[in-house]
């Protein structure tokens, strides 16, 4: 048997080197020797939550800090954790307690103050903030997240400059950039907001979030032509069904049901969750992909088609368009399900760790089909956030869904649902995925994995 020691130098080297599933599984390998081993739970609890695994990293990461209560980055980690849940006062109890132990950790005081603000004690936070980036001026963190409090609670020039502050400090990581430039187009400033996503996507061609605000500052400006070449969802957003592989009706509507069945009731699935865009829905919060359900690997054949059509089509596009140019060497499969039924919808949103994403309908509900409901229950591209408003009209495309339908569409597409009515009674489930790039994939022939 391998010693635990040398897995856990194994699990950390991989977890450095950018493989987040072979140190997971090291991990795991260390804690079936010593399952309270506090640097294995401290560290999967962080893989968790960068899989967005959140109650599963809470567990990890509380185990470890009962396992070594002085381990301060668990609770660094675990108050991102309650954080990311909105456990705004437990969070600013753990950070208090550790602080104890540490107390300039400035990775704590930074946590405290980001917890403060989302249990809206805004001016506290910011006096913590000013504290941390006065003895730490190097720090970038700080500055973003001082701009994040500014922004909400108005000052959009404070805002912004401590976004540039942020930016500067650590010019390989564009989040700040765009974040000015999502300030400044909230504020009526869509040329300044422009020059700021442009100078994210000199960078990084495919910034999901930098090219989902382009195109809403493109609408903005009036510069139609521009906007659609960059967003137009009628050429962007894609049809696939079913049929095309060959199965008759019979056959899908046996796929759909077995589908129907494993999602409709999974132990996962959780109404609104604060990460998610759903309202007055369900969300599930494991990666199906990876649960070996046979009717999701016929799924997984389906997405893989599309895929194959979509990598086809690429040849029809301009080969600037950043979605050609984004291409990933290799792709992770990504995959969730969405249920709603009275009153149920998704809000405006895009997929950031995306570059192709895609909705899969298996339940479909028949007020999808009446002329007189306003397409309740459709999916639509191109409508912004609400907290987004601009005074021209952006380019959208409703597309009614149906059993056996797939939607594919660049991962910066905006998109929503229009609400289903408060007394509807059919459940409208949908599997919904990204395809998102692999750690350091090239731009070459893209292939799927369920990562």
Known sequence: MIQATELLKAAVQAQTSGSPKEAAFLYQQVLNQYPENPGALCNLGLIRQQDKQYEQAEQLLRRAIAADAKLIDAYVNLTNVLHAQHKYDEAIGLCEKALKFAPGNRYLLNNLATNLHGAGNHAEAISLLSKVIAAHPKYAQGSYNIAKIHEKIGNAEEAVRYYGQAARLNPRETISLVAAGECLLKNGKADDALA???????????DVRALALKSLALAELGRKEQERWLADPY?????HRLA??????????????????FASNHPTLAEDPPENATYKAWHTKNNLAHEGNSAVEK????????LDQRMRSLVEEDQDHPFARGLPGDLNLSLWAVKMVAGGKMIPHIHPDGWLSGVYYVDVPSIVND???????WIKFGSPRND?????PTLTRTVKPEPGLLVTF??????DTIPLPADNTEQRLCLSF???????????GAGLQAG
């Open 196 to 206: 700021m996503f442009d100078r994210v996507l000199a960078v990084d061609a495919f």
């Open 235 to 239: 050429r962007l957003a894609r049809i």
């Open 244 to 261: 095309e592989l060959g199965l008759d009706s019979r056959e899908i509507a046996e796929f759909n049901h077995a589908l129907s069945v």
């Open 299 to 306: 799924l997984k054949k389906f997405i893989a088609y599309a």
């Open 371 to 377: 002329p007189d409901a306003a397409q309740a229950g």
């Open 388 to 392: 987004i408003v601009l005074t021209k």
């Open 410 to 415: 660049p991962s910066y597409l905006w998109h």
């Open 434 to 444: 990204d395809l998102q790039p692999m750690t350091g994939s090239s731009r070459a």
